[in-house]
């Protein structure tokens, strides 16, 4: 079955670069499909970054699209989250997830990673 | 604030039956089709109902969906202390161009 592992550091610097890897196993990201992250602050919702197709086409929230850049390698089954400039509010357990690209239905989710933004 | 508007929480006795409700609008709930996730505790979330009212492999039919014009609502009967969790609707909008959810509705099976 389709399967995602998240990883990369759980510790980023105030002003610096979250870059986190969405590791895709059971599935081929060429054949279809948008892959997408999402996140949760703690104690708090679900927040919608942004999803990107096997093409590399994107689409990203409004509200952090400035700051956010989603890329894809499919040689190596993976896509990725860099997001620049991060504050205490970064502060999330980061979610990669396939995105069916229509009404954004998320299935299935990685089991996601705690990134902390502190000095 | 989030996009769609859930209840914080809802609680009912076990066997009971309970709805969640989400309300959006014309550019998300009433042309896009709704998902909802159920998020145990301490664990990622998982895929309870998509297009308004379709179940996935593995979900029992004590989960249902249903949508009108710019509200979704999941229902659960029979509730079990299993079912104890957070519940987020989702869906996409067309005006952001973005998925979306709603804040979160805490399930208490008391």
């Known amino acids: 079955q389709v399967q995602l592992q998240e990883s990369g550091p759980g510790l980023v610097k105030p002003s610096e670069t979250l870059s986190l890897t969405c590791t895709v196993s059971?599935?081929?990201?060429?054949?279809?499909?948008?892959w997408g992250w999402i996140r949760q602050p703690p104690g708090k919702g679900l927040e919608w970054i942004g999803s990107?197709?096997?093409?590399?086409?994107?689409n990203y929230n409004p509200s952090l699209k400035s700051r956010v850049t989603i890329s894809v390698d499919t040689s190596k089954n993976q896509f990725s989250l860099k997001l620049s400039s991060v504050t205490a509010a970064d502060t999330a357990v980061y979610y990669c997830?396939?995105?069916?690209?229509?009404?954004?239905?998320?299935?299935?989710w990685g089991q996601g990673t705690l990134v902390t933004v502190s000095s | 604030q989030s996009v769609l508007t859930q209840p914080p929480s809802v609680s009912a006795a076990p066997g009971q039956k309970v709805t969640i409700s989400c309300s959006g609008s014309?550019?998300?709930?009433?042309?896009?089709?709704v998902s909802w996730y159920q998020q145990l505790p301490g664990t990622a979330p998982k895929l309870l109902i998509y297009?308004?009212?379709e179940r996935p492999s593995g979900i029992p039919d004590r989960f249902s969906g249903s949508k009108s014009g710019t509200s979704a609502t999941l229902g659960i009967t029979g509730l079990q202390t299993g079912d104890e969790a957070d519940y987020y609707c989702?869906?996409?909008?067309?005006?952001?161009?973005?998925?979306?959810f709603g804040g979160g509705t805490k399930l208490t099976v008391l």
């Open positions: 297009d308004n009212n």
């Open positions: 989702g869906t996409w909008d067309s005006s952001l161009s973005a998925g979306v």
């Open positions: 059971g599935y081929s990201i060429s054949s279809g499909y948008y």
């Open positions: 014309s550019s998300n709930i009433r042309n896009n089709y």
């Open positions: 997830a396939r995105d069916t690209g229509y009404s954004s239905v998320l299935d299935p």
């Open positions: 990107i197709y096997h093409s590399g086409s994107t």
